[in-house]
């Protein structure tokens, strides 16, 4: 490996030499790695340059970590030999991918670092990523059993030695159009290339026939898991959640994980076996943690993951502590998921979705130092490769919490970017940035040109070889050319908004002449130049990142699955302003029978959000226009919402003839209430609430009441989605000039927790 990858990165690719056994002189005065354990380096050194090796060692006072390895430098006859020395052979594999990360490509041959004294191990001894190779993964259905190794033995080289396998049963279709061989065989392959590479296989199994308590059923999955098991040529860990996928309640989950743990160990005794609680609703949690308590001893440990209705906090305290917890962060979704993108602007939302490009590297070195204290390890949830630079964060902060993000990002750059000096620097500006560009408003965002100007700049002084058939420089065009894009085309739109609406209520005019002017101001509205010349550049990124990195961001082009499976390539042409509702609505407003009507109609067009006098509008969903929205915690304390109000949008389009401020709400998880507290009001007059209840096409009944007591509505579904509806304010909940709305669900619910959506709310004085 190590001499393969020196060879990829190197300018003149000559594979440098290897040899087996002692060091010995050479008539060149190259330098020399030797890699080997740390039992067997003085047997393979000169004599007369052990003594050194020896000392160095002792300075360095290595312990006996699995997976540690040393790195020395020692001179010899006008040389160097830089000694790698394993504990054990994943310390070998580790300290080759270390030594990797820091040599130098930018010259004609590589160049190693010089005077190193270096001694590491792992922190968290489990540090691993998922693999789905199904139909719904945005990239894993595409690649090979070459491309799996070459993905595999990026990770290792920065320290992973985990790598969990989706069973090829599971909530998903059995084949994908995009596969190059069956599933069962890549799967199997897969096994088989980690087993080579002496890191982790392990098994993420989802119980998903529909009733266990069947006889039939338990036999057919016990004999469905074992043909699996039987069949892997290396097995280390069993993974079964208790939902997502999945439905079966613990009662019956544990039993049947008993049968199956039996049969594991006939195959691989040394497996360990672990469970979730994901999915389980209230009463399912206290049955799971009952049967805890009564210290199952086939049972390894649990792990944590989405869909989770108690905290990773509150389950450590109820686990008995016998039991390791691990984590099971989702790392690739944007919403809709663990770790939402906070605040984010709902035109990313509604184009780019929830499963895009997504460096967020400053956020989960957060997240991964919110929780480390809680956990044995990680695997992360992924879907394919618009995570990756998150995984390699994961996977150093596992190897040492301490790393500076800029340090793995730099180091990141020199691996995939091919970037040394100052362009690796330019290039962590530019990861960092394309994070930073979802920060707040999308058109007050002034990072968004930077970000896509410092890539723009390291195109212009790429080689060839830096930029030639590589998916990771490719994804972060891709990403920086679509934010500035969508900056560039919402403020056209928006502009072109602005002029119609005001058109539609200009003073002294007929209705009819009003229409005109709007729809002419609509039509006028036109990408320039640049505009279009990043339309076109998405639309030619997109095929390169599906030619050379699997990524299907395209249904129509590239056989995704799913638009929601990162295909935001299909969402590039999709309007960002309420033109087609717009456009309905003013057809409705001309049929008015008389003039009056239709005036009337066009400035109730015109006047949406403030159809009254002193009337107080929040569009929830929108971070910037949500001023009475009560936070919460916030997700600096609380990264998965649980306290803290969410923003969210419905998986619809403003083609589909919605208002924005329909399409995005806020919503609250688990029993968390949705709360917007109003200060300020007279006292002395009566108010109405209105409420458009619009969003996802799943919902829960939501009961409103006013300062914690008062019943405006008791829980009622929407009739419609969306849904308008108004309700008076008893004068008694505002005789103190204040007000607090708040919308509760159900008790007790398990699943996702979400569904409580709320996407206006109008303050309407009588």
Known sequence: MFVEETARRAADGLLPSIENGAVSAHPDSSN?????????????????????????????????????????????????????????????????????????????????????????????????????????????????????????????????????????????????????????????????????????????????????????????????????????????????????????????????????????????????????????????????????????????????????????????????????????????????????????????????????????????????????????????????????????????????SKTPIDTILGEYARMFLHREGSQQQLAVRAIRGLEEDWNGPILANHQIPATLQTLETLERDSTPAQVKANGPWESLLYRAFYDDYLQRKLGRERNAEAGALSALDQAGLSSADRVAAARRTLAASKPDTVEQSEHDRLFSLGGQLFHDYGLQLSVRLYGASNWERGANLDRVDTPLTETAWLNNAIDVALKQPEESARLQALHALTHWQHPTPDSIYDDLGDPAN??????????????????????????????????????????????????????????HRTYRIRVTYAGEDFALPLRLVANGDIEIHPARLRHSNPETVEFPIPSSAVAGGTLSLSWTGPEGSGGSGRGRQVAEVWLLPE
């Open 32 to 400: 020399i790695v030797l890699l080997a354990q740390r039992s067997e380096v003085a047997a393979l050194l000169p004599a007369e340059i052990s003594l050194s090796w020896n000392r160095a060692i002792d300075s360095l006072h290595p312990s006996d970590h699995a997976e540690a390895f040393s790195i020395v430098s020692i001179p010899w006859q006008q040389r160097t030999v830089t000694v790698i020395a394993g504990n054990d052979v994943r310390g070998e594999l580790f300290g080759a991918g270390w030594l990797l990360r820091h040599m130098n490509f930018a010259g004609p041959s590589p160049q190693l670092p010089s005077h190193l004294h270096v001694f590491e191990f792992p922190e968290k001894p489990v540090r691993g990523h998922q693999i789905g190779y199904r139909f719904k993964n945005n990239t894993y259905d595409a690649w090979t059993l070459a491309q799996f190794e070459q993905g595999i033995r990026d990770l290792a080289i920065f320290g992973t030695n985990t790598i969990q396998l989706i069973s090829p049963a599971s909530d998903d279709q059995a084949t994908s159009p995009l596969f190059p061989a069956p599933a069962l065989d890549t799967f199997l392959g897969i096994s088989k290339i980690l087993a080579k590479y002496g890191l982790d296989c392990d098994l993420y199994y989802p119980e998903m026939r529909k009733d266990y308590t069947d006889p039939a059923a338990l036999e057919a999955e016990l004999k469905d898991f074992e043909a699996l098991v039987r069949a892997m040529p290396r097995l280390d860990a069993l993974y079964v959640p208790g939902g997502d996928p999945g439905h079966t309640s613990p009662e019956v989950l544990f039993p049947l994980m008993a049968r199956e743990v039996e049969v594991l160990h006939r195959y691989h005794p040394q497996a360990t076996v672990w469970v979730s609680a994901q999915g389980f609703n209230r009463e399912q949690y206290e049955r799971f943690y009952t049967l805890l308590d009564a210290h199952p001893a086939w049972l390894t440990g649990v792990f944590f993951g989405p869909q989770s209705r108690d905290s990773f906090f509150t389950q450590r305290k109820r686990i008995p502590a016998q039991y390791a917890m691990q984590f099971y962060p989702d790392i690739g979704h944007t919403m809709h998921a663990q770790f939402p993108v906070p605040q984010w602007d709902p035109i990313f939302a509604l184009t780019e979705g929830r499963e895009p490009i997504c460096p967020r590297s400053l956020a989960f070195n957060d997240i991964y130092h919110h929780f480390q204290q809680l956990h044995s390890g990680f695997v992360t949830y992924s879907e394919g490769v618009n995570d990756d630079v998150n995984k390699i964060v994961w996977s150093q902060l596992g190897w040492s």
């Open 626 to 683: 949500e001023p009475h929205l009560i936070r919460g915690l916030g997700w600096e304390q609380d990264p998965e919402m649980y306290d803290t109000a969410n923003d969210g949008i419905a998986d619809r389009t403003l083609a589909d003839g919605w208002r924005l401020s329909w399409l995005d709400y806020a919503e609250t998880l688990y029993e968390k209430p949705l709360q917007l507290d109003y200060s300020g009001l007279d006292p």
